[in-house]
């Protein structure tokens, strides 16, 4: 399968506790992405990460990238009971001659009140 | 208003059934994707479209078959509908210039009886 694996895929915490999720991937990648999805809803963009890069932030979200390992860490800090969801990374490269994404199992994160 | 749009929402048919979901995006985006969703895993790629002549088979393509009648519009079918078939779809799009995210549109629950 060409689809990442994330890891875990079910997390649950308590509120205000960092949650931690990992994507692992097995080809070459232009730049890794993460997607939340409200249950039975679309998914929304969080963050892209480039290939050349090794970490970024967006408010409470910090992901990182390691390409020689091929894997990508998301954190989300002092979480809340609104980042309930799951959430997929997604590795944006060529795979047979086009530009496709392709998405992970997604972790499912419950943030406990 | 919306991005992007699909329609139905919901739809519940029997199994044989020709069954049409439609997408519509105002983002002037010249491609446009159709996944499905089943319970616990990620998304699966149906087929693929990077402007309205152009029309590429994804992962799991059988069964289904689209049409692009427009860039803003982007039709799947299922000729025949099957049991195995229910599951959520999304449509997705997304622009060409650089490193880009995909804009979901909100789902449509297919139920094949």
């Known amino acids: 399968s060409q689809q990442g694996e994330e890891d875990p895929q079910a997390l649950s915490i308590q509120e205000g506790e960092n949650a931690t999720m990992n994507c692992s991937y097995k080809?070459?990648?232009?730049?890794l992405q993460w997607y939340r999805q409200n249950s039975g809803r679309g998914l929304v963009h969080l963050i892209l990460i480039r290939s050349n890069e090794r970490e970024k932030h967006s408010g409470r979200l910090r992901v990182t990238l390691d390409t020689s390992k091929k894997s990508s860490s998301l954190l989300i800090t002092a979480s809340r009971a609104a980042d309930t969801a799951s959430y997929f990374c997604?590795?944006?490269?060529?795979?047979?001659?086009?530009?496709?994404?392709?998405f992970g199992q997604g972790t499912r994160l419950t943030i406990n009140p | 208003d919306a991005d992007v749009t699909q329609t139905p929402r919901n739809r519940i048919t029997k199994t044989g059934k020709r069954i049409m979901l439609e997408c519509s995006q105002t983002?002037?985006?010249?491609?446009m994707y159709w996944y499905r969703q089943d319970p616990g895993l990620g998304l699966r790629l149906i087929y693929y479209?990077?402007?309205?002549?152009?029309?590429n088979k994804g992962e799991i393509s059988d069964g289904y078959s689209v049409s692009r009648q427009a860039q803003a519009k982007f039709s799947l079918s299922l000729e025949s509908a099957i049991p195995n078939q229910t599951a959520l779809y999304f449509c997705?799009?997304?622009?060409?210039?650089?490193?880009?995210?995909?804009?979901f549109g909100p789902g449509t629950r297919l139920t094949v009886l």
């Open positions: 080809t070459s990648i232009n730049n």
């Open positions: 479209s990077f402007d309205v002549k152009d029309i």
């Open positions: 997705a799009t997304r622009g060409t210039s650089g490193h880009n995210e995909q804009f």
């Open positions: 997604a590795t944006d490269g060529i795979i047979q001659g086009a530009q496709k994404l392709v």
């Open positions: 983002k002037g985006h010249d491609r």
